[in-house]
Nanobody
Framework: QVQLVESGGGLVQAGESLRLSCTDS????????MGWFRQTPGKEREFVAGISQGGRATDYGDSVKGRFTISRDNAKNTVYLQMNSLKPEDTAVYYCAADNSIVVRTTARAYDYWGQGTQVTVSS
């Protein structure tokens, strides 16, 4: 069973960096494509980044390309999201998710398991 817990959120100023972590307490982490999504009140969950099981394939949402980097450490059952040059519009609750797929997908409904989310707030 996949149980995801995010950490690393917080309050930062525009231009600063944060690294989010998401750890799976289960034993099947390496089988899953992992993704990061974010959501603000009244809006649908937005794809941020995804990474394949082995880490060789990644995909990013247009709004974060060049600023965010997703990576994973299967030995630690953890996926990371390095966020640089943060902007106020990056403010959201960030969720990690696991997808039992062979490709990185960008739609939230494709993902099978979700963490509880971590708040990221970027002040101007």
């Amino acid at each position: 069973q996949v149980q995801l817990v995010e950490s690393g959120g917080g309050l930062v100023q525009a231009g600063e960096s944060l690294r989010l972590s998401c750890t799976d307490s289960g034993r099947t982490f390496s089988r899953y494509v992992m993704g990061w999504f974010r959501q603000t009140p009244g809006k649908e969950r937005e794809f941020v980044a995804g990474i394949s099981q082995g880490g060789r394939a990644t995909d990013y949402g247009d709004s974060v390309k060049g600023r965010f980097t997703i990576s994973r450490d299967n030995a630690k059952n953890t996926v990371y999201l390095q966020m640089n040059s943060l902007k106020p519009e990056d403010t959201a609750v960030y969720y990690c998710a696991a997808d039992n797929s062979i490709v990185v997908r960008t739609t939230a409904r494709a993902y099978d398991y979700w963490g509880q989310g971590t708040q990221v707030t970027v002040s101007s």
